[in-house]
């Protein structure tokens, strides 16, 4: 939570504070909340503030030693005295640490602190102020203990599109979902929020007058025209400020300072479609200028580091770049959650092409990390940011055999599947937006090729894989699984599932577009003779029988904890079947917004929220050996709706 110093807030039981209760009395009385004493968020956002953060990432989670290790990003206007983070060691003394300053642009000084906590065999609180915030505010964060298993949560898509109704979905600067994360992490402490891609959208650096001489060149003049220092120097600001001001943002920027980050960019992060764009144009100088500058605000306000930092500071790997070897050219990372969870992310980014997503050498490289995994752990989740699981998309031309163009424009513009590429550059190609996805021809090689290596960690390391992914704009759950099917799927190597969350700020997609998906949705094999997909329906009362829901939501993740007696009784006895209780299981609970934020007053009430559980066992070797048919029980929903009333207000 987040606590002020001398003057303490009163705390609300969603997270809230006495200090949102007065930026909202601000804002009524018209006044900009930087004016009222104690606020927090959004005066921090404004260019008269002086201070913007912190925000707490996590690092490393050191096994063997018991160390957790993260830092906080924390900026100061030029001209200030350097800031100095006190921490409150278990024991009660304090500790000071020394910033490093990362990099100062318009006025702004960039100042990181690294921060290590010795892991207690119980949950700790940590407590840390930073000397120079004006309002005097300490902060604290939790950190699991020794063999604790942790809760932690998946968000991705926390902005909206250009072209969003800001009016509809709270404006640019109002997130309201995350009140809800807030609300939970009250509950019971998340240890950390993991970010699954555009967590900023980017795409208005096109509306900049430079960039705009750029896009009216005419089609040869998009490939040949030359970077200039007028177009770095726009991009450059846009990049900052829109950083800046978003990580301020209301209720996400609360949930910064107390619940440590794990980010991976997505395409928004850089702008709509990186990656998926024809050769000429991905290699031309007006796109590599723009990517570079992406990638230095991405690595400053999501990694809190520099391009020349990045592998030391955070532990990141990649192949190195052919610029300049010493550096790195993608950022794929890799962390433990406790002794028994592991979260791996390769950066499907910044190497990607329309015929490659990740290079053999990230791969490569990811697989030697994981196959060197301790044995306590149980669960791997990869993280890829558009999800290996999910609909297949149809082609160009089947799409407009169902659809008019007009209308497939418009659908496409209101997904997160690419919205800028038709309207920017004349690709009226859609086949442009849907080689984004695993399911592209283009990519069927390389989704088997990962799928297959996966399968084969699972088998030999003896560790349950799971998928998480948004991008969609939509909530579901997919599954990879052997087939015929295994007996219980605890037993069936085969099986991973793939949880989808997105969006938690971006407004869903139309009612069409869901149509086009449910038309597309299928069980399919995936690699013969054994592998097959599909889309579960886990979604009940008015959404029984829909396999992906069009509201916006966010995934919060709880592991039960498991003795080796407890695992051993699995093994020898397949006719338990898989609960919400059973040791050992990964427990993914999609919380969805209920209430439709058109009809919420001004600055409203808590969001109401459905949940659905997805109950994941871990992988246990069958005694007697997989046997094939039965029906299974690993997939347990439960529909939770929470008691939260309208009235509860800031």
């Known amino acids: 939570m987040v606590v002020a110093g001398a003057d303490t807030p009163q705390q609300f039981a969603d997270g809230s504070t006495t200090v949102d209760a007065q930026q909202q009395k601000a804002e009524e009385q018209g006044k900009h909340p930087a004016e009222v004493p104690g606020t927090l968020s959004r005066a921090n956002a404004s260019d008269e503030a002086e201070v913007a953060g912190p925000a707490l990432q996590l690092n490393r989670y050191d096994i063997e030693g018991g160390v957790w290790q993260g830092s906080i990003l924390y900026l100061t206007k030029a001209g200030m005295h350097s800031p100095v983070l006190q921490l409150q060691t278990p024991d009660g003394r304090l500790e000071n640490i020394q910033p490093i300053l990362l990099t100062e642009m318009y006025s702004w000084s960039c100042w990181r602190f690294n921060i290590a906590v010795k892991v207690q065999q119980q949950q700790q609180e940590v407590f840390y102020t930073i000397n120079v915030d004006p309002f005097n505010h300490r902060y604290s964060f939790f950190v699991a203990g020794l063999m604790q298993t942790w809760h932690w949560g998946f968000h991705s898509c926390n902005g909206l599109s250009a072209d969003g109704d ?33 967590q900023i959208y980017n795409d208005e650096v096109f509306s900049g007058k430079h960039v705009q001489e750029w896009l009216h060149s005419g089609r040869k003049g998009l490939s040949s025209y030359h970077w200039t220092d007028a177009m770095a120097e726009e991009a450059t600001y846009f990049y900052f400020t829109h950083y800046r001001q978003h990580w301020c943002s209301r209720h996400f920027a609360d949930a910064l300072a107390c619940i440590p980050q794990v980010m991976m960019w997505d395409d928004h992060d850089i702008f709509d479609g990186w990656g998926s764009y024809p050769h000429a144009l991905l290699t031309c100088s007006v796109f590599q200028g723009l990517f570079k500058i992406a990638r230095q605000m991405y690595l400053l306000f999501q990694q809190q580091t520099t391009v020349e930092r990045a592998a030391g500071d955070n532990g990141m790997w990649g192949p190195l770049s052919e610029d300049d070897p010493t550096h790195l050219k993608a950022w794929s990372l890799l962390r433990m959650f406790g002794p028994t969870t592991c979260l791996v992310a390769p950066d499907s980014r910044a190497e990607r092409t329309k015929k490659e997503i990740i290079s053999e050498g990230t791969y490569n490289h990811m697989f030697k990390l994981l196959h060197k995994l301790p044995s306590s752990c149980r669960h791997v989740v990869v993280l890829l940011t558009v999800p290996i699981v999910f609909p297949a998309l149809p082609g160009q031309e089947k799409v407009w055999r169902l659809l008019d163009n007009a209308k497939v424009g418009h659908i496409m513009s209101k997904t997160g599947l690419g919205q800028k590429i038709t309207d920017n550059f004349g690709e009226a190609k859609l086949l442009d937006d849907i ?10 090689g390389e989704r088997h090729n990962l799928i297959a290596r996966l399968q084969n960690l699972a088998k030999t390391k003896n560790v349950r894989v799971s998928f998480v ?118 427990i ?49 929903v439960s529909c939770l709706r929470s008691r939260v009333q309208e009235s509860d207000e800031l």
Request: with cysteine; hydrophobic share 35%; glycine share 10%.
């Open 166 to 198: 800001h009016a509809k979905w709270g404006g640019p600067y109002e997130f309201v979902l995350w009140r809800d994360v807030l609300s939970q992490h009250a509950k019971a402490p998340l240890h950390a929020m993991v970010g699954g891609g555009d």
């Open 435 to 444: 080689i984004d996805h695993w399911d592209a021809g283009q990519h069927h």
């Open 469 to 586: 992914g948004g991008d969609v704009h939509v909530a579901g759950v997919g599954r990879l699984y052997t087939q015929p099917k295994v007996h219980r799927l605890r037993h069936d190597h085969r099986f991973m599932p793939q949880i989808v969350s997105s969006a938690i700020v971006n407004a869903p997609p139309p009612q069409t577009f869901m149509n086009l998906l449910h038309k597309t949705n299928r069980s399919d094999v995936v690699m013969k003779p054994q592998t097959r997909e599909k889309m579960v329906r886990i979604f009940k009362g008015r959404f029984t029988g829909d396999k992906l829901l069009a509201q916006r939501n966010w995934c919060e993740v709880r592991e039960v904890a498991a003795t080796a007696d407890q695992l051993a009784q699995l093994q020898d006895d397949s006719s338990i079947l898989i609960t919400g209780d059973t040791p050992g299981c990964l």
């Open 588 to 636: 993914y609970s999609l919380r969805i917004e209920e209430s439709d934020p058109g009809k919420r007053a001004p600055h409203g009430a808590m969001p109401l929220m459905v949940q659905y559980d997805t109950v994941v066992p871990g992988l246990v070797p069958s005694k007697s050996g997989a046997r094939p048919r039965g029906r299974s029980m690993a997939l347990r």
